[in-house]
């Protein structure tokens, strides 16, 4: 079975992923994406170790409180130490259940305001990122 939630086709087995952003595979300093992340709403904070990192921006709407994640890696480097080159995977929301956490699987409703919202901070960091990238 599929389903359109906004302007996103899903079929029941999958996740809220965003397609075709030109971010996927795309690497660039950890210390410029923080940046840059920022600077559109995605914030690190404590989420990393020393392979991985996760940018998140909450959503706070009617319909329950909402995450854009972007994951990266770094197949060499040290985030820890802030010297590592990250490369940045497929964008990804999910819908926050206190206390379960997040979920991104088929059952969840993502507004089309949230997905439109979602689209504009992910081509604003895509525009940013073209001046510095270095392509995996």
């Known amino acids: 079975m599929e389903r359109f939630i906004g302007i996103m086709h899903l079929k029941e ?25 920022l600077k559109h709403g995605l ?8 392979e991985r990192v996760t940018y998140d921006k909450k959503y706070e709407i009617k ?3 909402f995450y854009l ?9 040290d985030i820890g130490s802030h010297d590592a080159i990250i490369t940045l ?6 819908k926050h259940y206190y206390p379960h956490g997040v979920e991104y699987g ?13 689209q504009q901070t992910l081509a604003a960091v895509r525009t940013d990122l073209n001046a510095f990238e270095i392509r995996a």
Request: charged share 30%; net charge negative; aromatic share 10%.
């Open 63 to 65: 319909e329950g409180t």
């Open 106 to 118: 088929d059952q969840e409703v993502f507004p089309a305001h949230l997905v439109k919202s979602c």
């Open 89 to 94: 995977m497929k964008p990804v929301v999910g």
């Open 69 to 77: 994640r972007i994951f990266g890696f770094t197949p060499e480097g």
């Open 13 to 37: 087995d999958e996740s809220m992923y965003f397609e075709n952003t030109g971010l996927e595979n795309t690497a660039a300093d950890l210390e410029l994406l923080d940046e840059i992340m």
């Open 43 to 50: 914030v690190r904070e404590g989420q990393w170790d020393y």
